[in-house]
């Protein structure tokens, strides 16, 4: 097992928990109901919305990521006590640790308490935007659970994935248009759909490819080999960039050519680029740097909205 030290500061525990939910991604995963919210409406919301939407998606994302980690813990430990765990701190996911239960460092009940009381505001708090909400967000809680579940038995659960990183959107939405358009709303579900697959489940998995097939993993990479996988990734990411550039004619926003011609080179530079250098060297390194990357994909469109909406 991977040795580290072991600080008994109110700041070290802190930073175990934050570990455990992820935070650095979860608060950058944060910035997608925001885009989604800010394109459905063309305009801010009010502001009870925003407070009160920024807090739940915060014990939203807070919540979810704790639960897998609680979830995948007996898989987790047994990485980590093979020391195939060390080494991933370029990866946004790992900027504090990773799985500072499965290590050790922090015990299951505290987690447990940790991910509940964080889940517990986060469901308070869609039911107050619309009880819909409430109810997207305990299907997300279970379909995450499902998704661990199905590590090592079935590489469809990339399926779950999509519909888990997309809910947060679907949810943003129905908190401040309460009968959206459907068809709309379908377009909205798969342009994220497709950028969690291709710029987020698949790249990562690739990057833990080593590991995983250590512990007979389902995965896309394993399952059907990297080249397969590359075309996946950049098949995926083109249709996120495409259905992209369709849904900003649709939404209320109303960008002129200049703003679709800033969102499709946003995701040029952050998924395209970075998927055809991975197409073409398929190695681990390209997966990472994309998983990082397109990260950050919403963040990019959440500016460009809002200095769309400012001018």
């Known amino acids: 097992m991977t040795t580290i030290p072991m600080p008994r500061s109110g700041l070290w525990q802190l930073?175990?928990?934050?570990?455990?939910?992820?935070t650095p991604h979860g608060l950058v995963d944060m910035a997608t109901p925001a885009l989604a919210a800010l394109l459905w409406l063309g305009s801010f919301p009010p502001?009870?919305?925003?407070?009160?939407?920024?807090?739940?998606?915060?014990?939203?994302?807070?919540?979810?990521?704790?639960?897998?980690?609680?979830?995948?813990y007996r898989a987790d430990?047994?990485?980590?006590?093979a020391g195939l765990t060390a080494g991933?701190?370029?990866?946004?996911d790992a900027v504090f640790l990773r799985h500072p239960v499965a290590h050790g460092f922090l015990s299951f009940n505290k987690a447990l308490l940790w991910?509940?009381?964080?889940?517990?505001?986060?469901?308070?708090?869609?039911?107050?935007?619309?009880?819909?909400?409430?109810?997207?967000?305990?299907?997300s809680c279970l379909l995450e659970m499902i998704y661990?579940?199905?590590w090592r038995y079935s590489c469809l659960k990339v399926l779950i994935s999509g519909a888990v990183k997309t809910s947060g959107a679907i949810a943003a939405v129905l908190a401040v248009d309460p009968r959206p358009s459907l068809s709309l709303l379908a377009l909205l579900f798969l342009w994220l759909f497709c950028w969690e697959v291709g710029g987020q489940n698949?790249?990562?998995?690739?990057?833990?490819m080593e590991e995983d097939g250590k512990f007979q993993a389902a995965t896309i990479p394993l399952r059907f080999g990297p080249a397969r996988a590359r075309s996946l990734i950049l098949l995926s990411l083109l249709a996120a960039v495409t259905i992209n550039a369709v849904f900003l004619t649709l939404v209320p926003a109303g960008f002129k050519f200049v703003g679709v011609a800033a969102f499709l080179g946003a995701g040029i530079y952050s998924l395209l680029l970075p998927a055809y250098r991975l197409y073409v060297t398929q190695e681990r390194t390209e997966a990472l740097a994309l998983f990082n990357i397109a990260s950050y994909y919403?963040?990019?469109?959440?500016?460009?909205?809002?200095i769309n909406i400012f001018i």
């Open 88 to 92: 991933k701190q370029s990866d946004l």
């Open 77 to 81: 430990k047994k990485r980590c006590e």
């Open 15 to 22: 930073k175990l928990f934050l570990a455990l939910s992820r």
């Open 148 to 150: 661990c579940l199905l």
């Open 202 to 208: 698949i790249p990562n998995d690739w990057a833990d």
């Open 115 to 139: 991910a509940v009381a964080w889940g517990c505001l986060a469901l308070f708090g869609a039911y107050l935007l619309n009880p819909v909400c409430a109810f997207i967000f305990l299907g």
């Open 47 to 72: 502001l009870r919305i925003v407070v009160l939407g920024l807090i739940t998606a915060f014990a939203g994302y807070t919540a979810v990521y704790a639960l897998n980690d609680l979830v995948d």
């Open 298 to 306: 919403p963040v990019m469109l959440l500016a460009l909205v809002i």
